[in-house]
RNA sequence: GAACGAUUAGCUCAGUUGGUAGAGCGUUCCCUUGACGUGGGAAAGGCCACAGGUUCGAAUCCUGUAUCGUUCACCA
C-alpha cells in the first residue's frame, strides 16, 4: 500500500502550539458546549442526564494568573471534560474574587509610591474608585489567561465576589445570622493590624521567627513576686499577676492587691490563681495584660479583671510621662527595660527566639487591641438547625462522610482546627469590600438586606457589576428628621468567599440553577486555604440552606521550582504559565502540571519537564501523519479484522479502562501516565513500527484491516487525552472527523 | 510543644486490598535518508531512611528512632 498523497499541509511541519490553541479556543467558544444548556439543546448530553457540577476557585481580582492557578485551572478541567464525555450535564461556573485586603492594599502601596498619597487623602469615594477600576483591569487579564490554559468553564454563568448579586446574598446573610443571635457586635480583643490599619483573622497572621529578649525583673521593691516578659512597654497595663493554683511558691500572695507606680505609671495588680499558668516557664507567674494579649484577655475574663489600654491604634503608647507617652512599642520598651535597670528591679536578660504575629498582607507586626467588633459565634445553637452549632455544621458532614476529602488524611487537619475555633472576627476597618448592612440612628440599629427606607433608590444608582459603589454611608431620612450611617466597616472577604457555592448559583432567589447544580460534586483547590475557605463553605452553606456545599475536596499541592522552593516574586524563580503556553503550548504546561503530583503533594515543575511534553503533543502530531498517509477514509464499511488486530483493540479497551478507573479514583497522575504511556511506547513504538512492515508485505485484508484499527485506536485515544491535552487533541479530531462534534463533546470511549 | 505528611535509581516522582522493584529526565553505547532527531534500540544505576515486630512472604501492615517538610498552638 502507498502512502496517500492527501495529508494535511499542517502536518508536514512539526505541531506548532502557539497557532493553534487559540484558535481553538475560539471555536470551543463559538459552539456553546461550556454551556451545559447548549449541550442538550445541541443533543451532545441527554436531558435526563446527571449533573456534574464544579464552582471554579475565584482567582483573587490582583494580578496575573500564576502556576498554582495554573494548577487548579488544569486539575478541574480534567474533571470536567472527562465528564462532559462521560454524558454528564456538566457545569464549571467561573468567577472572580475581590480579595477585599489583598486588592485594596496593593492599590493603596501603588497609589503612595506614585502619587505620596494615602488613602485617608483621597477619602473613602475616591480610593473605591481607583480600587474598582484596578480590578477591572485585573479581572480583564485574569479572564483571558484563563481561557489561555483552555479551561472549559460557563462565562455565561460568570460570578464576582463583590457584584450586586453576591452582595445581596452577603447581606441576606448577614441579616439571617444576625436574626438568628449569631452575628454579635462586642468589644474584644483583637488582632490589629497597625500598618494596615485594620483587624484581622486569626488566620490572616503569620508567625515570622525573630530575635528577642525576655526580661525578668519585679514591678517593685515590694512586690512579691518577679515576672518575665519579652514586652515589658505592656506591662504598665497590667492589672493582675496570675500564678499556677498548685504552686506552693505563691500560694500565700493569691487574692492580695498590690498598687505601686511602674515606670512612672500608677498600677494596680491582684495576684490571681489560673490553671493556665506554666509553673516551669520562667519565674511561674505571668503578669496580666487583659488588653493587649489574647490569653491573658481570657484570664481576665475568668476573673473579671479590669481592662487598662495603654496602646493604640498607631502601636504607640497612651499613657505614662513624656518619657512613654506616644513612643512607639518598640522605643518604649527600651524605655522600660532602662527604668527597671535604673531602679535595680531587672533580674535578668535571656536573648530568646520568639515567634512575632504580623499581618499577612502588610507584614505588619499585630498590636492585640480590645475593640468593637462583629463576630460570629460558632458555639451557640442555632434553634433552626436543630440545635446544632456553627461548629458541629463543619464537623458533621466529614464526620459522616457526607463530604469525603482526597486525600483523606486532610480530615484529621480539619478536625484540628475546628477544635481550636474561636469566634470568627469578620469586621474589617478597610474600604474595598462587603460594606456592613447595619446602620445606626442615634440609639437605633437597622440591619437589613436593604438600607433603612428612603435610602435604597440611592443605592441602587449604580448598576455596573464590577464597579459596585458601596460608599454611600450617611442618608437623611426627612420623614423622621433624623440620620441613619452606615457602618464604617466592611466584611472579611471570606464571608463572601464562604457563601460561593450557592451564591453564585443566584441564592437567596429559589433559582433553577440552584436546584439543579446545588450541592456541587467537586472543591478543588490548595490545601492551604482549607481553614480560610473550605471550612467557612461548609458552614455557610450548611447554615444557609441547609445542604452540604460539594460532596468531595480536591486538594492540590503546592507547584513548586526545580529545587523545591516555593514560587515568588523574591525568588524571581516563578514560572509564568503564559510564558509556557506561548513556548511550549498549554497542553504541555497542563500534562506537565498533573504527571507526578498525586493529590495533596507538592510537585515541582521545570521547564525540561514541560518540554518533555511538547515533544509529546509533536509525538501525537506525527502519529496522526504516519497514519493519514495510511488513512481509510474510504473504509466507510469496517473491513474484516484480523485476529492480530483485534487483539490491539482490546489491548486499547483495557487501558481505556483502566485510565477511566484512574480517573474516577482522582488519580490523575496515573491516568495520563498511562495515556502518555501507551501512546508512546505501545502505539508508536510497537503498532506503528509493525504495520510498517504490514503496509509493505501484508495482504490486502491484513492491511485495511491495519488501516482501520489504526484510525480507531487513534480517534478513541484522542478522546482519553482530551481531557488532559485538550487543545492538540481536538486540533486533530476536528481534521480527521471534520463533519462531526468537536472532540469536547465526544462520548468518552468507557460507559 | 502538638497534629499531619514525607524519606524508593544521580534528579523528579509512581508503586491503591502484602507476592521476585517502576517511569520520565540525566548518563553511556549503538541504530535510523519516509510519521517524528521533538526519533528508535540497549545498558549502567536501588539492603525501598534506620531498628524491631506481624506474616510462608513487607517498599507496602504495626511499634519505635532519625532527618526533612507543612500546619496549628504558642512561653507570658
Given at each position: 500500500?502507498?502512502?496517500?498523497?492527501?495529508i494535511?499541509d499542517?502536518?508536514?511541519?512539526?505541531y506548532n502550539?502557539?497557532?493553534?490553541?487559540s484558535r481553538?479556543?475560539?471555536?470551543?467558544?463559538?459552539s456553546?458546549?461550556?454551556?451545559?444548556e447548549?449541550?442538550?439543546?445541541?443533543?451532545?448530553?441527554?436531558?435526563?442526564?446527571?449533573?456534574?457540577t464544579?464552582?471554579?476557585?475565584p482567582?483573587?481580582?490582583?494580578?496575573?494568573?500564576?502556576?498554582?492557578?495554573?494548577?487548579?485551572?488544569?486539575?478541574?478541567d480534567?474533571?470536567i471534560?472527562?465528564?462532559?464525555?462521560?454524558?454528564?450535564r456538566?457545569l464549571?461556573?467561573?468567577?472572580?474574587?475581590?480579595a477585599?485586603?489583598?486588592?485594596?492594599?496593593?492599590?493603596?502601596k501603588?497609589?503612595?509610591?506614585k502619587?505620596?498619597?494615602?488613602?485617608?487623602?483621597?477619602?473613602?469615594?475616591?480610593?473605591?474608585?481607583?480600587?474598582?477600576?484596578?480590578?477591572k483591569e485585573?479581572?480583564?487579564?485574569?479572564?483571558?489567561?484563563?481561557?489561555?490554559?483552555?479551561?472549559?468553564?460557563?462565562?455565561?454563568?460568570?460570578?464576582?465576589t463583590?457584584d450586586?448579586?453576591?452582595?445581596?446574598?452577603v447581606?441576606?446573610?448577614?441579616?439571617?445570622?444576625?436574626?438568628?443571635g449569631?452575628i454579635?457586635?462586642?468589644n474584644?480583643?483583637?488582632?490589629?493590624?497597625p500598618?494596615?490599619?485594620?483587624?484581622?483573622?486569626?488566620?490572616?497572621?503569620?508567625?515570622?521567627e525573630r530575635?528577642?529578649?525576655?526580661?525578668?525583673?519585679k514591678?517593685?521593691?515590694?512586690?512579691?513576686?518577679?515576672?518575665?516578659?519579652?514586652?515589658?512597654?505592656?506591662?504598665?497595663?497590667?492589672?493582675?499577676?496570675?500564678?499556677h493554683?498548685s504552686?506552693?511558691?505563691?500560694?500565700?500572695?493569691?487574692?492580695?492587691?498590690y498598687?505601686?507606680?511602674?515606670?512612672?505609671?500608677p498600677?494596680?495588680?491582684?495576684?490571681i490563681?489560673?490553671?493556665?499558668?506554666?509553673?516551669?516557664?520562667?519565674?511561674?507567674?505571668?503578669?496580666?495584660?487583659?488588653?493587649?494579649?489574647m490569653?491573658?484577655?481570657?484570664?481576665?475574663?475568668?476573673?473579671?479583671l479590669?481592662?487598662?489600654?495603654?496602646i493604640?491604634?498607631?502601636a504607640?503608647?497612651t499613657?505614662?510621662?513624656e518619657e512613654?507617652?506616644?513612643?512607639k512599642?518598640?522605643?518604649?520598651?527600651?524605655v522600660?527595660?532602662?527604668?527597671?535597670?535604673?531602679?535595680?528591679?531587672?533580674?535578668?536578660?535571656?536573648?530568646?527566639?520568639q515567634?512575632?504575629?504580623?499581618?499577612?498582607?502588610?507584614?505588619?507586626?499585630?498590636?492585640p487591641?480590645?475593640?468593637?467588633?462583629?463576630?460570629?459565634?460558632?458555639?451557640?445553637?442555632?434553634p433552626?438547625?436543630?440545635?446544632?452549632?456553627?461548629?458541629?455544621?463543619?464537623?458533621?458532614?466529614?464526620?459522616?462522610?457526607?463530604i469525603?476529602m482526597?486525600?483523606?488524611?486532610?480530615?484529621?487537619?480539619?478536625?484540628?482546627?475546628?477544635?481550636?475555633?474561636?469566634?470568627?472576627?469578620i469586621?474589617?476597618?478597610?474600604w474595598?469590600?462587603h460594606?456592613?448592612?447595619?446602620?445606626?440612628?442615634?440609639e437605633?440599629?437597622?440591619?437589613?438586606?436593604?438600607?433603612?427606607?428612603?435610602?435604597?433608590?440611592?443605592?441602587?444608582?449604580d448598576?455596573?457589576?464590577?464597579?459596585?459603589?458601596?460608599?454611600g454611608?450617611?442618608f437623611s431620612?426627612?420623614?423622621?428628621?433624623?440620620?441613619?450611617?452606615?457602618?464604617?466597616?466592611t466584611?472579611?472577604?471570606?464571608?463572601?468567599?464562604?457563601?460561593?457555592?450557592?451564591?453564585?448559583l443566584?441564592?437567596?432567589?429559589?433559582?433553577?440553577d440552584?436546584?439543579?447544580?446545588h450541592?456541587?460534586?467537586?472543591?478543588?483547590?490548595?490545601?492551604?486555604?482549607?481553614f480560610?475557605?473550605?471550612?467557612?463553605m461548609?458552614?455557610?452553606?450548611g447554615?444557609?440552606?441547609?445542604?452540604?456545599?460539594?460532596?468531595t475536596v480536591?486538594?492540590n499541592?503546592?507547584?513548586?521550582?526545580?529545587?523545591?522552593?516555593?514560587?515568588?516574586?523574591?525568588l524571581?524563580?516563578?514560572?509564568?504559565?503564559?510564558?509556557?503556553a506561548?513556548?511550549?503550548?498549554a497542553?504541555?504546561?497542563?500534562?506537565?502540571?498533573?504527571?507526578?503530583?498525586?493529590?495533596?503533594t507538592?510537585?515541582?515543575?521545570?521547564?525540561d519537564k514541560i518540554?518533555?511534553?511538547?515533544?509529546?503533543?509533536?509525538k501525537?502530531w506525527?502519529?496522526?501523519?504516519?497514519i493519514?498517509?495510511?488513512?481509510p477514509?474510504d473504509?466507510?464499511?469496517?473491513p474484516?479484522?484480523?485476529?492480530?488486530?483485534?487483539?490491539?483493540?482490546?489491548?486499547?479497551?483495557?487501558?481505556?479502562?483502566?485510565i477511566?478507573?484512574?480517573?474516577?479514583?482522582y488519580?490523575?497522575?496515573?491516568?495520563a501516565?498511562?495515556?502518555?504511556?501507551?501512546?508512546?511506547?505501545?502505539?508508536?513504538?510497537i503498532i506503528?513500527?509493525?504495520?510498517?512492515?504490514?503496509?509493505?508485505?501484508?495482504?490486502?485484508?491484513e492491511?485495511?484491516?491495519?488501516?482501520?484499527t489504526?484510525?480507531?485506536?487513534?480517534?478513541?485515544?484522542?478522546?482519553?487525552?482530551?481531557?488532559f491535552?485538550?487543545?492538540?487533541?481536538?486540533?486533530?479530531?476536528?481534521?480527521?472527523?471534520?463533519?462531526e462534534?468537536?472532540?469536547l463533546?465526544?462520548?468518552w470511549?468507557?460507559?
Amino acid at each position: 500500500m502507498e502512502p496517500k498523497m492527501n495529508i494535511p499541509d499542517k502536518f508536514l511541519k512539526p505541531y506548532n502550539p502557539a497557532e493553534t490553541e487559540s484558535r481553538v479556543y475560539a471555536m470551543w467558544e463559538d459552539s456553546g458546549f461550556f454551556h451545559p444548556e447548549t449541550c442538550i439543546e445541541k443533543g451532545a448530553t441527554a436531558e435526563d442526564a446527571k449533573p456534574f457540577t464544579i464552582m471554579m476557585p475565584p482567582p483573587n481580582v490582583t494580578g496575573v494568573l500564576h502556576m498554582g492557578h495554573a494548577m487548579m485551572l488544569t486539575v478541574q478541567d480534567i474533571m470536567i471534560r472527562h465528564k462532559r464525555m462521560r454524558g454528564y450535564r456538566t457545569l464549571w461556573l467561573p468567577g472572580t474574587d475581590h480579595a477585599a485586603i489583598a486588592t485594596q492594599s496593593k492599590v493603596e502601596k501603588e497609589i503612595l509610591k506614585k502619587e505620596k498619597r494615602s488613602r485617608h487623602d483621597l477619602g473613602r469615594e475616591e480610593l473605591l474608585k481607583r480600587v474598582q477600576n484596578f480590578a477591572k483591569e485585573s479581572h480583564d487579564t485574569i479572564v483571558s489567561q484563563i481561557k489561555v490554559m483552555g479551561a472549559s468553564c460557563d462565562w455565561n454563568r460568570e460570578a464576582f465576589t463583590l457584584d450586586d448579586k453576591r452582595n445581596l446574598a452577603v447581606n441576606t446573610m448577614f441579616k439571617k445570622m444576625y436574626d438568628d443571635g449569631l452575628i454579635y457586635r462586642g468589644n474584644k480583643v483583637i488582632n490589629w493590624d497597625p500598618k494596615g490599619q485594620t483587624t484581622i483573622a486569626d488566620d490572616e497572621i503569620v508567625n515570622v521567627e525573630r530575635d528577642a529578649v525576655l526580661y525578668t525583673f519585679k514591678y517593685s521593691h515590694d512586690f512579691p513576686i518577679a515576672i518575665s516578659t519579652t514586652r515589658p512597654e505592656t506591662k504598665v497595663g497590667d492589672t493582675a499577676v496570675a500564678v499556677h493554683p498548685s504552686d506552693e511558691r505563691y500560694k500565700e500572695y493569691v487574692g492580695k492587691e498590690y498598687s505601686f507606680t511602674f515606670c512612672d505609671v500608677p498600677v494596680t495588680v491582684k495576684i490571681i490563681a489560673d490553671e493556665s499558668v506554666e509553673k516551669d516557664f520562667g519565674t511561674g507567674a505571668l503578669g496580666v495584660t487583659p488588653a493587649h494579649s489574647m490569653t491573658d484577655w481570657e484570664i481576665a475574663e475568668r476573673h473579671n479583671l479590669p481592662v487598662k489600654q495603654v496602646i493604640n491604634e498607631y502601636a504607640k503608647m497612651t499613657v505614662g510621662t513624656e518619657e512613654l507617652l506616644g513612643k512607639k512599642t518598640a522605643d518604649a520598651r527600651e524605655v522600660v527595660a532602662k527604668w527597671l535597670r535604673e531602679k535595680g528591679l531587672m533580674i535578668s536578660e535571656e536573648n530568646i527566639k520568639q515567634n512575632v504575629p504580623t499581618a499577612e498582607r502588610t507584614e505588619g507586626i499585630i498590636e492585640p487591641l480590645p475593640k468593637l467588633q462583629w463576630f460570629v459565634n460558632v458555639n451557640k445553637p442555632i434553634p433552626s438547625r436543630g440545635g446544632k452549632t456553627l461548629k458541629e455544621i463543619m464537623r458533621e458532614p466529614l464526620q459522616n462522610g457526607k463530604i469525603k476529602m482526597v486525600p483523606e488524611y486532610f480530615n484529621k487537619t480539619y478536625f484540628n482546627w475546628i477544635d481550636n475555633l474561636r469566634d470568627w472576627c469578620i469586621s474589617r476597618q478597610i474600604w474595598y469590600g462587603h460594606r456592613i448592612p447595619v446602620w445606626y440612628k442615634g440609639e437605633e440599629i437597622f440591619v437589613g438586606e436593604q438600607p433603612p427606607k428612603l435610602v435604597s433608590e440611592n443605592a441602587s444608582a449604580d448598576k455596573n457589576q464590577i464597579n459596585h459603589d458601596h460608599s454611600g454611608g450617611a442618608f437623611s431620612d426627612t420623614n423622621l428628621g433624623g440620620t441613619w450611617t452606615q457602618d464604617e466597616d466592611t466584611l472579611d472577604t471570606w464571608f463572601s468567599s464562604g457563601m460561593w457555592t450557592f451564591s453564585a448559583l443566584g441564592w437567596p432567589e429559589q433559582t433553577e440553577d440552584l436546584k439543579i447544580y446545588h450541592p456541587t460534586d467537586v472543591l478543588e483547590t490548595g490545601y492551604e486555604i482549607i481553614f480560610f475557605w473550605v471550612a467557612r463553605m461548609v458552614m455557610m452553606s450548611g447554615y444557609a440552606i441547609g445542604e452540604i456545599p460539594f460532596h468531595t475536596v480536591y486538594f492540590n499541592g503546592t507547584v513548586r521550582d526545580g529545587q523545591g522552593r516555593k514560587m515568588s516574586k523574591s525568588l524571581g524563580n516563578g514560572i509564568d504559565p503564559l510564558d509556557i503556553a506561548k513556548e511550549f503550548g498549554a497542553d504541555a504546561g497542563r500534562m506537565a502540571l498533573v504527571m507526578g503530583t498525586a493529590a495533596g503533594t507538592d510537585s515541582k515543575i521545570s521547564v525540561d519537564k514541560i518540554k518533555g511534553y511538547k515533544h509529546f503533543a509533536n509525538k501525537l502530531w506525527n502519529i496522526t501523519r504516519f497514519i493519514l498517509g495510511y488513512a481509510p477514509e474510504d473504509l466507510v464499511e469496517k473491513p474484516e479484522i484480523v485476529e492480530r488486530d483485534s487483539v490491539l483493540l482490546s489491548k486499547f479497551e483495557e487501558v481505556a479502562k483502566e485510565i477511566t478507573d484512574e480517573l474516577d479514583k482522582y488519580n490523575f497522575h496515573l491516568a495520563a501516565e498511562k495515556i502518555y504511556h501507551y501512546l508512546w511506547s505501545h502505539f508508536a513504538d510497537i503498532i506503528i513500527e509493525e504495520s510498517k512492515e504490514v503496509f509493505k508485505s501484508g495482504s490486502q485484508t491484513e492491511m485495511r484491516s491495519r488501516a482501520y484499527t489504526l484510525f480507531k485506536i487513534l480517534s478513541e485515544s484522542l478522546k482519553v487525552l482530551h481531557p488532559f491535552m485538550p487543545f492538540v487533541t481536538e486540533e486533530i479530531w476536528t481534521t480527521i472527523h471534520p463533519n462531526e462534534n468537536p472532540l469536547l463533546v465526544q462520548r468518552w470511549p468507557i460507559k
